[in-house]
């Protein structure tokens, strides 16, 4: 079983361009969930995908979309980027089936800097 | 105020001294979460409570929900625990985590 696998691993962009990250959950499971980390800060929650829909989202502008496939590997898109963009963007998978108190695997994320 | 708040921030300890961590919260939650986190950013979950204690290895947590506290426990600390250790917990039967800032913890030989 390889977990939850995360593409790039890392990344450099510009301000104003767009990029797309990519999320595949461990095995079985088939709820994704994204969390966008800042230096020395805990993660926050962007939102859940389930069933190829957005379930529940955080505090986030509408530049940051998500797309689930119904391979429940899943993909976040942020337009627009800006500097405070810069961050770890974290993926976790849960089996739905063992809601609500899942156990989260997490990804090993993607470094996103935005110059 | 953080709905997850976490003590220490930094927290620096010898080899083979017991390390405690304390987690606070205030929201109603399903479930408290503690995880491990190593430079370079993966993520590793170590336990997952709602009442009670549990123990894996040196590791111990526990939680009072009356209390809306958690402690996680380090025995015979080494070097390699040293990593962040984040506190978090889920909501209402939603699956969501909302995140403590961390606890960094540097275990010296």
């Known amino acids: 079983d390889a977990g939850v696998t995360q593409s790039p691993t890392h990344l450099i962009k510009t301000r104003g361009q767009q990029v797309t990250l990519r999320c595949s959950p461990k095995s079985g499971h088939d709820t994704v969930s994204w969390y966008q980390q800042a230096l020395g800060q805990g993660p926050q929650f962007i939102f859940q995908y389930y069933e190829e829909e957005e379930r529940q989202r955080g505090n986030f502008p509408d530049r940051f979309s998500g797309h689930q496939f119904p391979n429940y590997s899943s993909e976040l898109n942020v337009n627009a980027l800006l500097l405070g963009d810069s961050a770890l963007y974290l993926c976790?998978?849960?089996?739905?089936?063992?809601?609500?108190?899942?156990?989260?695997?997490f990804g090993p994320g993607t470094r996103l800097t935005v110059l | 105020k953080n709905e997850v708040e976490q003590s220490p921030q930094n927290l620096t300890a010898q080899e083979g001294e017991f390390i405690t961590i304390n987690c606070s919260y205030s929201?109603?939650?399903?479930?408290l979460h503690w995880l491990q986190q190593h430079p370079g950013g993966g993520i590793v979950s170590l336990f997952m409570?709602?009442?009670g204690k549990k123990k894996h290895g040196r590791l111990i947590a526990t939680i009072n929900i009356q209390e809306k506290h958690s402690s996680l426990h380090i025995t015979a600390s080494h070097p390699r625990d040293s990593a962040v250790y984040i506190c978090a917990v889920s909501q209402g039967g939603s699956e969501k985590l909302v995140f403590g800032k961390g606890t960094k913890l540097t275990v010296n030989p």
């Open positions: 409570l709602s009442s």
């Open positions: 976790a998978s849960i089996d739905a089936g063992t809601s609500p108190f899942g156990e989260q695997f």
């Open positions: 929201v109603g939650i399903s479930a």
